[in-house]
């Protein structure tokens, strides 16, 4: 699909959604101006289901996320890709703004300029670094989540904290670990910094300045 001659992607809503929370994640797009993060061209609100209309990115046509990148052993520069990536990381956090899902099938890879690059997407979870969510869960929950959503920091499974910045670099941490348990073992610095951003105390996690400097 094209729009003004750029290929579009479009984002479909399941009928429950709540008009609020489409809006929200437009609002949040559209304060956006980082090549890591998708460009929003529109949003169609009038009737359901709601759509949101972003920029296509992707290989060769196709859409490649960064978990199916790395369980094809994809051969692309992953140092960049992860220095991108926390660069777009920290641009959100710096515009005041959590993603709260960063994981595999949130990232894709998109060929631009002869070179692969990393863009985060899927909004749905962001909330403002002033308004974090706190996690209420039994322990039945907390031992689901754990297994099944690992890429979520364990103090906000266990609820002693709410969403962070931190808890963020935790989700980063865990994406970098699908790499270097695959593509790059033995990467030294990969595998530094993603053992650091995965510690269970929050504050003895780096920060994404930090990332990025070790990743230059």
Known sequence: MFYIGITVAVK???EDAKIDLVKWEADVLNRFDHPGLPLLFGASL???PYRLVLQFHGIDGKCVTFKGAVESMLQVDWVRIC???ADALDFMHKKGFLHNDLKGDNVL???DNNAIHPVIIDFGKCRSITNPKRYSLRAKEQRKY???HR???PELIEGTHPQS???DIYSYGYLLTQITRSITKNHTVLDNISIACVRRNPLKRPTLSD???KLK
């Open 46 to 48: 009038e009737e359901k």
């Open 211 to 213: 990332i990025i400097l």
């Open 109 to 111: 890879l998109s060929n």
């Open 83 to 85: 220095k991108e990536a």
């Open 146 to 148: 754990s297994k099944y």
């Open 165 to 167: 910045c931190e808890s």
């Open 12 to 14: 479909t809503f399941q």
């Open 151 to 153: 890429h979520i920091a």
